[in-house]
């Protein structure tokens, strides 16, 4: 909290006490009758009260999580136990939220009186964010004193991307033996038909089928694929983000993770996310509404940190469950990504990547496909330039094909994912994919 004199209080001054200078050195009272006014402005601007002060009281937000584009209420309350003539409340957003209106109010407040001020926000991109300042300035009646005030808002709110309703879960190889949605390849008690054969020694009475027993004239069993559960962990790439506003590779990973994470939790899967950036952030395998919440939070609260290449952690494989699939949506562009994928798959974990199609538009810069970063083209290219733009093309393709195939000799599954259509047909197309993969393995 600061307060100062203002610029009137000073021409005030200068004006009024000047004239009164003046008239003793000229002996005239002509001087003294023109500074007069100004001398009164600061008497009675003195009796009125000096530092009128506002304060906060309260500081809410209208919802704690919302998606892209839904609008957030900034609400609070104001008070003072004395006359505020003039008050400006200002409030600092950053760039991921986008005022409706103006971020800026004026007013005054009677005493001992409360008066509400509520400003209308724009969630723009994913993420955790909220407003970080709020400015109160008040003056007295005739603007001569000023106390300002900033005041820190630590309410937060979590954006979602707008992720897709699943139906399709991730094909798995290993389950769990506890009950689920996934079906297994073993025969047992469960949902889904496994085939129809006579009857043999030792198995149970209840499996017996009377209907299909009385057809056929011998006594018939019914076998049947349990439906159980596995462990999922969902491998983020925040080494490097590709792309410009929100066409960008980590906003696919999160949105597909996000709609994954929901999807398997609702099939009693466990999930649990392994974040690789300039570190390594862990969060084991859980089941239920919680465990949702914090891998929810985790990954909206992801951030890419570049540059720190030689300040990598190793990945904790020791401490990932047995039997369970990673599964990563990544560019595969990070060199420290595809080598902790390929130390996953040597530890037995069956690893699938959904590899977001890049397209490299614009010529590129020294370095550029080491960072992701592309230049958009422009209308004005020249024939060198568009050139260049092809060739760059051609060799991010060639690499992306190149690493392809590294990963899948390496028993690693890469599936392109076009970003532009709805994930539910890249995982239904998977089952096949997964299908002809593991019988070549």
């Not at 009677?110 to 991109?125: D, G, H, K, S, W």
């Not at 389950?175 to 949902?191: E, K």
């Not at 030792?202 to 159980?228: C, F, K, N, W, Y």
Request: proline share 7%; aromatic share 4%; net charge positive.
């Amino acid at each position: 909290m600061s307060q100062h004199l203002t610029s009137r209080f000073w021409l005030c001054a200068v004006l009024g006490w000047g004239s009164v200078l003046l008239a003793v050195l000229v002996k005239e009272v002509e001087p003294l009758a023109l500074g007069l006014p100004f001398i009164w402005a600061l008497v009675f601007s003195f009796v009125d009260g000096w530092w009128p002060h506002a304060s906060i009281d309260e500081i809410t937000l209208s919802s704690i999580r919302i998606v892209e584009g839904d609008k957030l209420m900034l609400s609070m309350v104001l008070s003072s136990s004395r006359p505020v003539p003039w008050f400006e409340v200002e409030v600092q957003v950053p760039a991921l939220l986008t005022p409706v209106g103006t971020l800026r109010t004026v007013g005054s407040l009677p005493a001992n009186t409360v008066r509400p001020v509520n400003i209308e926000l724009v969630a723009n991109r994913w993420g955790v964010t909220g407003p970080q300042w709020i400015t109160i300035v008040g003056r007295d009646r005739l603007g001569m004193t000023e106390r300002v005030q900033h005041v820190a808002v630590a309410n937060r709110v979590r954006v979602h991307p707008p992720t897709e309703r699943l139906t399709s879960l991730i094909p798995l190889e290993k389950t769990r033996q506890v009950t689920g949605d996934h079906r297994s390849t073993r025969r047992g008690g469960g949902t889904e038909l496994a085939e129809v054969r006579p009857y043999r020694s030792g198995d149970p009475v209840r499996m017996i089928h009377s209907r299909l027993s009385a057809r056929r004239g011998t006594p018939m069993v019914l076998e049947r694929h349990p439906d159980q559960s596995a462990d999922i962990v969902i491998f983020v790439d925040s080494v490097q983000d590709i792309g410009a506003g929100l066409e960008t590779s980590l906003r696919w990973t999160v949105t597909a993770a996000i709609a994954l994470t929901q999807r398997h939790l609702r099939s009693m899967d466990r999930v649990g996310v392994l974040d690789r950036g300039a570190g390594v952030r862990w969060l084991p395998p859980e089941l239920g509404r919680r465990a949702l919440h914090n891998i929810v939070d985790a990954l909206l609260s992801t951030v890419v940190l570049q540059g720190r290449a030689g300040d990598q952690q190793t990945v904790p494989v020791a401490r990932i469950p047995r039997g369970a699939t990673v599964f990563c949506v990544s560019p595969l562009i990070s060199t420290v990504v595809r080598q902790d994928l390929v130390v996953l798959r040597r530890r037995g974990h069956e690893v699938i990547v959904i590899q977001p199609e890049m397209r490299v538009s614009g010529a590129q810069g020294p370095g550029a496909a080491g960072s992701g970063i592309s230049a958009p083209s422009g209308l004005g290219q020249t024939g060198q330039d568009r050139s260049g733009s092809m060739l760059a093309e051609r060799v991010f393709r060639v690499g992306n094909e190149v690493t392809r195939r590294s990963l899948t000799e390496q028993g690693i599954v890469v599936i392109p994912w076009n970003p532009n259509e709805p994930l539910e047909p890249t995982l239904q197309r998977m089952g096949q994919h997964l299908g002809r993969f593991r019988s070549k393995v």
